[in-house]
């Protein structure tokens, strides 16, 4: 015991000896550097976060640190109460359900002049954003990338699922796996996808016989995938570009995203500047960088998700990805969400 | 007197750390008086009969296997008593991933949530009862073999109820792990998943409401609280509730067989998922660099935790020296790495050093597992060092020399295992470190980076190194220390 306790206090004097005699800023208070606060895999080392840094400070000479958003919830309730000395300049990763709930608790710049794609690009996307260039909400924040969720199946199963109400089939019983739309963003698309297509007593109904169909409603995309990638279930609720990650990265084309009649919901991810930046000129820069073809370039290849000009993706595995009918992007606004997310609560909780 | 002050000054610190996550949460948002009481009642409710009917299968379990374990005589076992607590450490995605695989029909709802839960948390319970069960055996044993009582009768009549303190800290441990749960409800609960966890969980995302998932916290460290009391006052006839069951341990053991089946299950799963993804994954995309700068700072995180963990410790044997009334301190559990870990992100500023990082996450991690890790393997050893530390007191031995010279060398075994396993939990962590908002690369972190981002495989290829690496670290330090066990 007694070695143990010298070896720990060896350890320990170096790390003091460390503390005292490092940096304590590192990057962080670094005040030149633009500060960007983005999600775990956006800025690991297979995400876009430091192939994006690099060609950035390339090509502008300003500096770029990340700072990691566990959740955008818990970052922007903090960011909240800092107020003026919140200590990043950018927040990335934001989908349309954390824009509604964070648009009013937290001050935004106007960044509407900087959005250099235009409505025609979204357009060749196949994608109708007109409800978000009407809203004043969407002043604050751009777009930067964008997929449509669907069911993924293996194409080796002979499934046939053209609509909604397909997937209560008999042979469907137990084969999906979903997400619960109160934890997952993917989930509550589903769920608002449900709403928005029929009317409000028929998709309550939907939703019962789909909760005692269903194979799961998992915590997590990520759990839900990995139920399915282990061949737990055999269909699962995802993105139309999950095909495309197996076809890139594991040679594996046995992966396929399908059509629905309905038309597909559509996940739109939107960056924003808060008004407490402290390098607003230059965090203004990177937002154009990112909607630029090497930013929108970055991102496709890295996160596994369209970019809003659909002419980034030619000659690449993502042209080969077939065009869904979409539904045109909808902003929901906090009571709405509530709302179901409310009659989904009940319903897991009274015919679960 | 001055012992007595400080005794109590003591433990309002030490109630005001294990209290301070709600307390900081308190002192930032208002609360909000529209609590929703109903949802709480059937949270609540789902919360209890999964935690308590799994604390149960366990505790039983473990009681019914314990003393044919204990007469094992194989190299291996104490491996196999490492590798069933591997449930209870690794994420719980991968436990899910192992039990579906076994099911072609899941049963869906409280059997679910409770087979996913015994999954879990059998061999922890397995573990910390024989561990306690060991020590009182080799206090006891001459004694007993003296008056000739046979095996079943001085389990029943002498053990048992000398062990009740430490089934009762195995029981808490177990429902406070059931109740902090938010992904194995939500999954394989269907309606019976909306427990307390989620409850906070949907106060804090889906409303914004933290003071109200506080106050929900705070109702549950009472109502646990209140639980642990009672459990505690309520004198329980231990033999009187063990079912009879004639068992002839001298032949062949029986246990042994259980708890070799319970552990294959998990580690059987594990390993294909393993060696399945060890062929699926071609190892040049393996991520080293990242990898090896997140193990780096978890060894760091894991020393900062330990220190912590030894300081608090010290602390609370200090009350024991003392005769300072604590008791109430070891039911503070908090089970909600989200409350912990937010509180922990409001405290400390954003702009952060390494050291700083370190220091709020290994308090997250003390905050959570501190109470759980001394209730199950140090205080079930103050029931004979307590004497000795009254002698040592009335004869005026100061507290640092009764520490160091008859404590400390009692306690050293069970001291070392609590350290181990905050060592393998700053290596397994996320859901804690996430929530502190941490700009540290951590394994665990890393692990779950990667199975977010369709790289599921590769988390199992990094979570058998990262187990590797532990338990290569876990002989070096006992040949630091000379620890046989």
């Known amino acids: 015991m007694r070695q143990f306790i010298l070896y720990m206090t060896g350890i320990f004097s170096i790390l003091f000896l460390l503390y005292v005699y490092r940096e304590d800023s590192q990057q ?74 964070f648009t009013e608790k937290v001050r ?15 357009i060749s996307s196949g994608l109708n954003l ?78 019962k016989d789909l909760n005692a169909h269903a194979h799961s409603f998992s915590p997590s995309w990520s759990t839900a995938y990995g139920l399915f990638k282990n061949k737990n279930a055999d269909v699962v609720l995802s993105y139309i570009t999950s095909p495309i990650y197996h076809l890139v990265e594991e040679n594996d084309s046995n992966y396929q995203a399908l059509e629905f009649s309905e038309g597909l919901p559509v996940q739109v991810e939107f960056m924003g500047l808060l008004a407490s930046c402290k390098n607003c000129e230059a965090a203004q820069k990177f937002i154009s960088f990112v909607q630029s073809k090497d930013g929108q370039r970055i991102i496709m290849n890295k996160n596994y998700m369209l970019p809003m000009d659909k002419q980034i993706t030619e000659g690449t595995a993502f042209d080969t990805l077939r065009v869904f009918k979409l539904l045109d992007f909808k902003v929901y606004s906090k009571e709405e969400i509530n709302k179901w997310l409310r009659i989904w609560s009940d319903i897991r909780k009274n015919d679960g | 007197m001055m012992g007595k002050i400080n005794g109590k000054l003591l433990t309002s610190l030490l109630l005001i750390f294990f209290l301070s996550p709600v307390v900081i949460i308190l002192y930032y948002f208002k609360i909000n008086l529209d609590f929703p009481i109903d949802d709480f009642i059937l949270a609540f409710k789902n919360s209890l009969i999964q935690s308590l009917a799994t604390a149960g299968i366990c505790l039983l379990g473990s009681v019914l296997l314990v003393p044919g374990l204990s007469r094992v005589k194989n190299k291996w076992f104490a491996s196999m008593m490492a590798a069933s ?59 007993i073999d003296i008056y000739n009582v046979s095996w079943w009768d001085r389990y029943l009549k ?86 009879s069951i004639i068992y002839d341990f001298k032949k062949m053991n029986f246990s042994f067989i259980i708890f070799f089946i319970y552990t294959a299950t998990y580690i059987v799963g594990y390993f294909f998922q393993v060696v399945q993804s060890f062929f699926k994954v071609d ?55 989200t409350v912990v870990g937010f509180s922990l992100y409001l405290f400390f500023p954003e702009k952060s050093s390494l050291v700083r990082e370190l220091i709020k996450v290994s308090l997250g991690l003390n905050l959570i ?35 160091r010279q008859v404590i400390s060398p009692q306690l050293k075994s069970s001291l070392v295992i609590s350290m181990q396993i905050l060592f393998l939990f700053s290596f397994c962590e996320f859901a804690l470190i996430k ?51």
């Open chain 1, 130 to 207: 007109n409800e978000l260039k009407n809203s004043d909400q969407f002043m604050k924040f751009i777009p930067y990338d964008w997929s449509a969720i669907s069911f993924v199946k293996r194409s080796d199963s002979n499934y046939q699922i053209n609509s909604l109400p397909d997937l209560l089939q008999p042979n469907l019983k137990s084969k999906i796996a979903f997400e619960d739309p109160r934890t997952s963003s993917p989930g509550l698309q589903f769920l608002l996808w449900v709403a928005s297509t029929q009317n409000e007593d028929q998709a309550i109904q939907f939703l």
């Open chain 1, 108 to 122: 935004w710049k106007d960044i509407s002049h900087l959005n250099t794609i235009s409505q025609s690009i979204f």
């Open chain 2, 283 to 337: 190892l040049k995309q393996l991520y080293w660099a990242e990898f090896s700068q997140a193990l780096t700072h978890s060894f760091l995180l894991s020393l900062f935790s330990i220190s912590i963990f030894l300081a608090l410790s010290t602390a609370i044997i200090y009350l024991h020296y003392t005769r300072t009334r604590s008791q109430f301190l070891m039911y503070f559990l908090l089970p909600s790495s």
């Open chain 2, 435 to 485: 929530a502190a908002g941490s700009q540290i690369l951590f394994s665990g972190v890393f692990m779950e980076r990667l199975i977010s981002t369709y790289r599921l495989e590769q988390g199992f290829i990094y979570s058998f190194i990262i187990l590797c690496a532990v338990f290569l670290f876990f002989r070096i330090t006992r040949f630091f220390i000379h620890e046989s066990y």
């Open chain 2, 85 to 143: 607590l591997l449930p209870s450490l690794l994420p719980s995605i991968f436990t899910i991933l192992i039990i579906f695989s076994y099911f072609k029909t899941f049963p869906f709802g409280h059997t679910g949530i409770i087979l996913i839960f015994t999954m879990t948390y059998f061999g922890f319970s397995t573990v910390a009862l024989y561990r306690a069960y060991q020590a009182l055996v080799n206090r006891y044993a001459g004694v």
């Open chain 1, 28 to 101: 962080l208070n670094d005040q030149s550097s633009i500060k960007i606060y983005a999600s775990g895999s956006f800025i690991s080392s297979w995400g876009p976060g430091p192939e994006l840094k690099t060609l950035f400070e390339k090509q502008t000479g300003l500096k770029v640190s990340f700072i990691e958003m566990s959740d955008p919830g818990i970052t922007l309730q903090k960011v909240s109460f800092s107020a003026e000395d919140a200590t990043g300049d950018i927040v990335l990763g934001l989908d349309q359900f954390d824009i509604a709930r």
């Open chain 2, 369 to 403: 597992y501190f109470l759980a890790l001394y209730k199950s393997y140090i205080q079930p050893q103050f029931s004979s060092i307590q004497s000795q530390m009254d002698v040592c007191r009335i004869y005026g031995l100061n507290f640092s020399t009764a520490l």
């Open chain 2, 158 to 243: 002498i053990y048992l109820p000398l062990l009740k303190q430490d089934l009762v800290n195995i029981f808490l441990i177990i429902m406070l792990g059931c109740f902090s749960s938010l992904s194995v409800p939500l999954l394989a609960g269907g309606g019976r998943g909306a427990n307390v966890e989620l409850l906070i969980y949907e106060s804090i995302y889906i409303n914004g409401q933290w003071a109200t998932a506080s106050l929900v916290a705070i109702i549950q460290i009472f109502l646990m609280l209140g639980l642990g009391f009672y459990l505690n006052q309520n004198r329980i006839s231990v033999s009187a509730r063990t079912p």
